[in-house]
């Protein structure tokens, strides 16, 4: 009998034990979903920090290699004081393309580091990249990546790619319950780089600072494979033909846009023209030794150096100008009336026989 007055007969107790026997295992069975949904979700933290890895290691090598083109860029323009070369050489360690590679490894081991450090704190993760383990409560920069990991490649005039090579990755759970870890290595990665809207150097220094050239892309243009495996450009410059104008070559000589320095023509692949890292070094088509299909070209307007340009026909493709190679006029033809073509400032423009021919123009249009 308890305190109350009430009797627990032999038949009662053995009714509650199944309850106990219940609650007993019922606790164990909390216990052990717990310990799985623990595991379960340091899981889903490993696979995400890994995931965070692999997006941080591909965006920051994008940020990297236009902020090292960048300043190349303005290396050369803003060190140019007007009786000085600049430029940067052309054998390594000097030349522009070592510089982008080393800058771009310097600021992709700085951000990489800093990310993964950020995703240690907030995780309680351990990652190791490429056989080196980032400390989460260091602060200088992990050299993770170095100059074997990393590639330029040239295939397009209007950008490049910096390759990665696949490297080793390693995150351990830093707990004394769970020790969970995710081994894997990276994919090699291809990203391509942007240089459009970059100043370009190279007419800059060339005109004594006196021209301004944009890097924007000729939207114009069609290209089309043939049979044998090569491709063909169709300019697109005397679609349309009027008294001293052509389009769409009038549209290319303005340009994107207007500025204080004045119109800022489009740039055209030009297989016989210079790539970006041409234009860092100061290079002419002769002594490119960029590939072909990463070449382009310009037009120079207003003959901004007529001191050194013998004669009055300057040729206005960018490298022709600047070798003071002449050119001859374009006419349009109406009528019997003869007209130059002009750009758009109201000079005659010029071409050399050979450019005329490789940008598919006639000497004279009849219309």
Not at 211 to 232: E, K, R
Not at 291 to 310: C, G, Q, R
Request: glycine share 8%.
């Amino acid at each position: 009998m308890d305190d109350k007055g009430y009797a627990f007969t032999p038949l009662v107790l053995l009714l509650f034990i199944p309850i106990i026997i219940i609650g007993v295992s019922f606790s164990g069975i909390v216990n052990e979903l717990n310990t799985l949904s623990s595991i379960a979700i340091a899981g889903d933290v490993t696979t995400t920090v890994a995931s965070n890895i692999i997006k941080t290691i591909k965006d920051d090598t994008a940020d990297s290699g236009r902020n090292s083109a960048y300043t190349a860029t303005r290396l050369v323009i803003d060190n140019y004081n007007g009786n000085n070369n600049p430029y940067f050489g052309k054998t390594s360690p000097t030349d522009s393309r070592s510089f982008i590679k080393n800058q771009t490894l310097t600021l992709l081991n700085q951000n990489v580091t800093n990310t993964c450090r950020v995703l240690e704190q907030q995780t309680g993760r351990n990652i190791n990249i490429n056989g080196f383990q980032i400390n989460p409560t260091d602060t200088s920069s992990v050299q993770i990546f170095n100059t074997g990991n990393i590639n330029i490649v040239q295939s397009d005039p209007f950008g490049f790619n910096i390759t990665l090579t696949s490297v080793p990755v390693i995150i351990t759970q830093n707990s004394s319950s769970n020790n969970q870890s995710s081994t894997f290595n990276t994919q090699p990665m291809n990203v391509y780089i942007s240089i459009a809207q970059l100043e370009d150097p190279y007419i800059w220094v060339n005109t004594y600072g006196r021209n301004s050239s944009v890097i924007n892309s000729y939207p114009y243009l069609t290209q089309s494979s043939n049979i044998v495996g090569g491709s063909s450009i169709d300019y697109h410059f005397a679609d349309n033909v009027s008294a001293g104008k052509l389009s769409y070559l009038n549209e290319a000589l303005i340009g994107a846009n207007k500025t204080n320095f004045g119109y800022m023509p489009y740039y055209f692949p030009d297989t016989h023209g210079l790539t970006f890292f041409d234009r860092l070094e100061n290079r002419t088509n002769d002594t490119s030794t960029g590939p072909d299909n990463a070449k382009m070209s310009t037009f120079v307007l207003w003959n901004p150096v007529w001191e050194n340009i013998p004669g009055y026909t300057p040729s206005c493709i960018d490298h022709e100008y600047f070798a003071g190679i002449n050119g001859t006029k374009i006419t349009t033809t109406h009528s019997g009336v003869v007209t130059p073509v002009t750009d758009p400032l109201g000079n005659t423009f010029f071409l050399t026989a050979k450019y005329k021919g490789y940008l598919g123009l006639l000497d004279n249009y009849n219309y």
